[in-house]
């Protein structure tokens, strides 16, 4: 009874795994054996451009891209998108695709898992992907889940940028930014300190922040492993106990936070002229924050 049992066994998952075959057969059995082989195919890429205007202050997204983005931002209303795909084979690309939804108001361009069959999934390598966007400075940006540098223009509404695997350097930010989760270095600019809070948290990488001429504000540090140093204008620092930095910019005012941070956090702010400092603080509501002990 046992043997008959076995014997039944057997036949059941040789059927499965010829099934199996035999659905793939169309689609993917030659890859299966190329990849099982290990042919050397080259490189395959594919590319798609889109275009869309957009309205004054969208939202655009960008997620779960394995590879770079780069945006560049100008006064346009339109939106120019260009995708770029590599990988050692044609079946390498079926494992994963770009899609882009798109209404007047909202963006996004994200990474999707593929149609690829089987084998493919289970052996190809996934192929490396780049997107570059032109886009209206007059955005809200949100751009997570990069497993590459992240490079943007100047963006005038709020910015968030989390869990990239790269270095990230933004022109300048003029309204709320968030940005934490960064495996790289870090270089924002920032062109005011409005009430909207500046934060940065879990950041393995140095940090260079770029604050305008005639900026006032405050810098809270804490958990750093690395210093605080500034360049420029009237910057005064307090260091405290256990990684902890109290800085401040000017005469003070709105607030920039920063945690969790494994490097080295560097103020760069030039020396304002008078007429830069009348400026910047007509468009700073300051407020004195107490430092807490």
């Known amino acids: 009874m046992w043997k008959r049992l076995i014997i039944v066994t057997l036949l059941v998952i040789i059927a499965a795994v010829a099934g199996i075959v035999r659905s793939h057969k169309g689609a993917g059995l030659s890859d299966f054996k190329d990849l099982v082989s290990h042919k050397a195919t080259g490189q395959t890429r594919d590319e798609k451009r889109e275009s869309y205007e957009l309205a004054p202050g969208a939202r ?14 100008s006064d346009s209303k339109t939106a120019d998108i260009y995708i770029e795909r590599v990988g050692p084979s044609a079946e390498s690309l079926d494992r994963r695709r770009i899609d882009i939804q798109y209404d007047s108001s909202t963006l996004k361009i994200f990474g999707s898992q593929g149609s690829a069959g089987f084998w ?9 992907e780049r997107v570059t966007l032109k886009l209206p400075r007059q955005i809200a940006l949100l ?25 990230v350097q933004v022109g300048s ?35 260079e922040l770029r604050l305008a001429a005639g900026v006032n504000g405050y ?19 307090e260091k405290g106990k256990r990684g902890r930095y109290w800085a401040q910019i000017g005469s003070g005012g709105n607030s920039i936070t920063a945690k969790g941070i494994n490097g080295n956090i560097r103020l760069k702010i030039p020396v304002a002229t008078p007429a830069a400092t009348a400026e910047a603080e007509t468009k700073t ?9």
């Open 60 to 73: 655009v997204e960008v997620f779960n891209i394995n590879g770079s983005v780069n945006i560049e931002t």
């Open 120 to 128: 493919t999934r289970l052996f190809a390598s996934n192929p490396t």
């Open 143 to 167: 751009a997570k889940g990069i497993n590459g540098p992240v490079v943007a223009g100047d963006v005038e509404g709020s910015l968030e940028v989390r869990g990239v695997n790269g270095r």
């Open 173 to 207: 930010a003029n309204g709320s930014a968030d940005l934490r989760g960064i495996n790289g270095n870090v270089v924002l600019a920032l062109k005011q300190l409005n009430l909207d809070a500046v934060s940065l948290s879990g950041i393995n990488g140095n940090i």
């Open 219 to 237: 810098l809270d540090v804490k958990g750093i492993n690395g210093q605080l140093v500034a360049e420029g204008a009237s910057v005064t620092i």
């Open 285 to 293: 509501a300051l407020v004195t924050l107490p430092k807490e002990q």
